[in-house]
Every structure is written in C-alpha cells, then in structure tokens.
C-alpha cells in the first residue's frame, strides 16, 4: 500500500500549479447501460466525526473522474447532506415512501456535478412496510441505478436501520477521530457487526478524521485494526486519513463542500487520495441499488422475527 503522508507530500509541492478544470463525464458505450451502480455507505459510531462531510466530498472527487454520483442521505431525523450544501428540496424519501412523489421527482441536481436523495424521519418506516409497498419502494428507487456511485449518508450509531445498510452495501466507510470516545464508539459498531453478520464479507474500510499527521492517524488505524482481527476475526483495510484543516470549518460555516471552497487545501487532498485509493480497488461485483435494498428489506424482516 503506498504511503498517504509520502503521496501528499508530493501533491503540496505541488500545490503553486494552477487546478485543472474538472472533465466532463465521458460518454458511455451502450453495452454498459446495464452496469451496476456501486453502494457505498458510510457510518460512524458517533455524530460530529465527519461522516457528512466525507460523504458529501467522496461524492465530489468521484464526479471530478468522470462518474455520475448520488448522494443519499438516510440519517433518521438529523438529514444534513442538504444543510451543507445550502439547499432545501422541497420533497424528501418521506414523500416516496407515501407515494406522493416518485424518486425521480425528489431527485435535486446540485451545482456541484452531484445529485442528492434528501432524506426524512419517516424512512425509518420501511422496515414496516407491507409486501406490495415494499415491492413498490424498491421499484422506486432501482430507477436511480443509472448511477455508477451511490454514496449512502446514514445517521450515526448502531440502530438496527444503520447495521443493516452497511451489511447490504458493496464497500462500508466507518469514519472516526483520534479522540477516545470517537475510537472506543467506531470499535463498537464493528463489534456489533462482527456478531449480527455471520457471513459478513464486504469491504469494511476505516477513515480516520481530524488526524494531526499521518503517524497518529495510522497509531489509531493499526489499533482498531489489530484489534478487530484478533478478537472479532474480522477484516478491516484502513482506507487513509484526513488532516484536522481549518479549511474544513470554514467551508462548513460557508454550506459549501471544502473541496469547492479549497481544493488544494490538505483536507481535500486527503479526500482525493482516498477516493484513488477506492477506485482502483474496486469490489469484484456490484450488485446495484436494488438488490441492496431486497437485502436490506430481508434483513429487517429477519430481525423483526
């Protein structure tokens, strides 16, 4: 694995050299029409890590290589992903799940090359869903599988709801801090997982937030990491870090994604390492938003007995 403090070096030397223009999406051969989106979700043991914030600006750098994205935000009650980007759609899931609107009416395009699924408290109702709306639901949201990235905002903490979308998905980010509480709440939610997924094999990736360098950033990785192979037997790749960048806050302040306030700022570096690192090893096979979702639905039902 190439070293992320040696790569970021170089990129800030780097750093006086004008940013080029971001490509236009090129077009796609007809026979892959039918590819499968890949789902990505991302969670964190606690709130106020930087889940929406990785979220929002991974979207941001797989649109800048050309991929079509959407970001949806499925965190109950305390949906963000359109609070810092300063919109206010004006339908949500909420309104798909009543069949008041179809996806593709809540479907809001930003200025940013994005799409975003504004998310609602009323999406915890799908695991109570009868057959029929369930098959409606899924129907409803397989239409946004022309995507090649669907990046899943989720809310923080191990609710059944959170587990469950990490389980159905093709690669699962959990992000956290250095601070204890963060690392001690983000080992628990892969505690759980290990416990509640017998067959668990998807890619669990760690992220670590608001890191002063890269030393302490992979002390935090090596630890979680150790420690879930040695007591929970189970796999998790440390995906790279992200420098505690002042950019970051202001950009915040600003609803703006800090790649479009500083793309060149350490933070958005980080970023863009991080999605390279995740394109280039991609999972074996996608299986689109709608299989994700029958998995999802079959989880639940499992769960509920």
């Known amino acids: 694995m ?55 600006n991974m979207a941001l750098a797989f649109a800048r290589m050309g991929k079509k994205v959407i970001v949806m935000d499925a965190d109950l009650g305390l949906a963000n992903v359109n609070v810092m980007l300063n919109m206010i759609p004006k339908y949500n899931l909420y309104h798909v799940i009543k069949k008041q609107k179809t996806i593709r009416e809540i479907l809001v395009e930003t200025e940013y090359g994005i799409s975003i699924v504004a998310g609602a408290s009323g999406f915890s109702q799908i695991a109570n869903m009868g057959e029929e709306d369930r098959k409606d639901f899924i129907s409803e949201l397989e ?42 709440d983000a080992y628990g939610i892969i505690k759980i997982i290990a416990t509640e997924y017998d067959s668990f094999n998807m890619g669990l990736k760690l992220v670590v937030n608001r890191a002063k360098g890269a030393g302490q950033a992979r002390n935090v990785a090596d630890r979680m990491i150790n420690i879930a192979g040695q007591f929970l037997n189970l796999k998790v790749d440390y995906l790279g870090f992200i420098y505690d960048d002042m950019a970051v806050q202001h950009a915040v302040l600003r609803q703006k994604p800090f790649m479009v306030v500083d793309p060149k700022c350490k933070a958005s570096i980080c970023i863009q390492h991080i999605v390279d690192r995740m394109d280039r090893n991609k999972p074996g096979e996608t299986t689109g938003f709608g299989a994700m979702l029958k998995r999802l639905f079959k989880s639940s039902q499992e769960a509920g007995g």
């Open 143 to 184: 239409t946004l599988t022309n995507a090649d990235i669907i990046i899943i905002d989720t809310s923080a903490g191990v609710s059944s709801n959170v587990l469950d979308f990490i389980a159905a998905a093709d690669d699962a980010v959990i992000i956290t801090t250095p601070e204890p509480t963060a690392i001690t």
């Open 2 to 56: 190439e070293d992320q403090a040696e790569k970021l070096r170089e990129i800030m030397r780097r750093k006086k050299e004008p940013i080029a223009a971001p490509k236009a999406a090129p077009a796609k051969p007809v026979a892959k029409a039918a590819e499968k989106a890949r789902i990505i979700t991302v969670t964190s043991g606690k709130g106020g890590v930087g889940k929406t914030n990785l979220s929002v």
